[in-house]
């Protein structure tokens, strides 16, 4: 093998490299803006299915004209009262004499959490979204 024969083989898989590197910058910078635009789909579809935001005007007490039933209503009406307060799982579970249902206000939490509708303030401590903490 000459070393001819082996500069031009370095300098080949080095521009392979070179042209690789490119299109991976190429595929980063495509992915943001697929994901940005994810998200902000995300965000619409959140805003206009969300029947939980009270209406201008409205308190919140006037907003629960019953007694919540499922979980998130429960965990939203709790918010709503305290908007102040951060709670964490056992807080609601207590507050609706729940305690063998943890784990579904563990998963509604996940849920209302990503769904934008409360604010998780630390690892299992949430508030409502108009809180000030």
């Known amino acids: 093998m000459s070393v001819l024969s082996t ?15 490119s299109r991976l910058t190429e595929l980063d910078d495509e992915r943001a803006i697929v994901e940005k635009r994810i998200q902000t789909l995300l965000a619409e579809i959140g805003a206009a299915t969300r029947s939980d935001v009270p209406a201008a005007g409205e308190t919140p007490r ?38 063998s249902g943890i784990d579904s206000f563990r998963a509604a939490l996940s849920r209302l959490t990503a769904q934008g509708k409360i604010r998780r303030i630390r690892q299992g401590w949430y508030s409502a979204i108009t809180s000030k903490r």
Do not use: C, Y
């Not at 500069?7 to 590197?21: I, K, P, S």
């Not at 006037?62 to 056992?90: G, Y």
């Open 62 to 99: 006037q907003r629960w004209h019953r007694e919540p039933v499922n979980t998130s209503e429960k965990i939203l009406a709790m918010l709503d009262e305290n908007p102040d307060t951060a709670f964490n799982t056992l807080d609601f579970a207590k507050r609706w004499n729940d305690i």
């Open 7 to 21: 500069a031009d083989r370095v300098l080949q898989a080095t521009g392979e490299l070179r042209e690789l590197r």
